[in-house]
């Protein structure tokens, strides 16, 4: 039993910046890894970036050097995005992945960057 909110998402112009939040609460500790995916207007959903129990992270090549993925001991996952662009707009869903390739997932947060 594991339950994400995201929130943070919004408006933002070419080059500006967004933090998206994602809330895990409930049997956070069965987690192996949580990240993050979009799916833009008529695309399939792609991992963004992820981040594996004990530290090390994963990214989409199209956010690296821009985006950055973290989490605290309370549960909250965090996604920072720098000099987003046009093509960065999708919905953003947090992901928890457990050990039996059990998937857990929010709810979603529109991301929109537009001139």
């Known amino acids: 039993q594991v339950q994400l909110v995201e929130s943070g998402g919004g408006l933002v112009r070419p080059g500006g910046s967004l933090r998206l939040f994602c809330a895990a609460s409930g049997r956070i500790f069965s987690l192996e890894s949580m990240g993050w995916y979009r799916q833009a207007p008529g695309k399939e959903r792609e991992l963004v970036a992820a981040i594996i129990s004990g530290g090390p992270t994963n990214y989409a090549d199209s956010v690296k050097g821009r985006f950055t993925i973290s989490r605290d001991a309370k549960g909250m996952v965090y996604l920072q995005m720098n000099n987003l662009q046009p093509e960065d707009t999708a919905v953003y869903y947090c992901?928890?992945?457990?050990?039996?390739?059990?998937?857990?997932w929010g709810q979603g947060t529109q991301v929109t960057v537009s001139s």
């Open positions: 992901n928890g992945r457990g050990s039996h390739t059990i998937n857990y």
